[in-house]
């Protein structure tokens, strides 16, 4: 701790507790708060891990409570040593991990590919979720998921130069996204000619000048040239 400030210590009864909720995003929120009091509490670093571990008891309620108290206090536990960092993957295994993974799985098979936000938010969400699985997918089959979600002519535009099924999924998204560039781009050449055609024209159009001495300004024919032409020989003579 920096010097001058002192550790505050929690108030258990104050503290939401965990009671072993199957839902990943309750153990998660909970967990987060229990790391930043014992933060607070100056309970951070290895050397305090079984401090850590003491104070977790006072953070749980009902069947949670329960199971810490018998596989890792109790007299006749199997686990002898218990980790702080044990202790909450245990709570995971124990009541959350099968539903969050169920949960996964469902949030992968909902993502969509949304034109606004890119190929590159696909691949990201993608991947963000994969690597909370327990067992992380395999390559191919983030590669067909990623090519069942984009555009069909994404795809066509990727197969003209890439083969999915031996190039990483990284060099599809970037393929993608080169597609979606030139998409941008005829969309807003096609608005622009769609402006020049039906935009009026403010430009005004110069008289035309005579290009004769006569007095309506039209253009004299040409026999009327030759008859004046001979008319000025025959006076001159």
Sequence with gaps: YLDGMRPTRMDSHEFTKYNGNSSFLVLESWLVSLC?????????GPQLDEHR??????????EAYE??????FGENRSQLHWTFQDVIHGLYDRYAGDSHQLELGESMAKLRYNKDQGAQKLYDDILDIAKNMMVYPGEDVLRQKFMNEIPKAAVSHILKHLAPEIHPLEDLVIEAKRWEAIERREDIQSKLRALNVTAPSTARKAPEQPSSSNRDGSRPYRSEVNRNRSSKDRNGR
Excluded: A, P
């Design 53 to 62: 571990k003491l104070r977790v008891k006072s953070f749980l309620e009902g």
């Design 36 to 44: 930043n009091g014992l933060r607070l509490e100056g309970l951070g």
């Design 67 to 72: 199971w810490v108290n018998r596989h890792v």
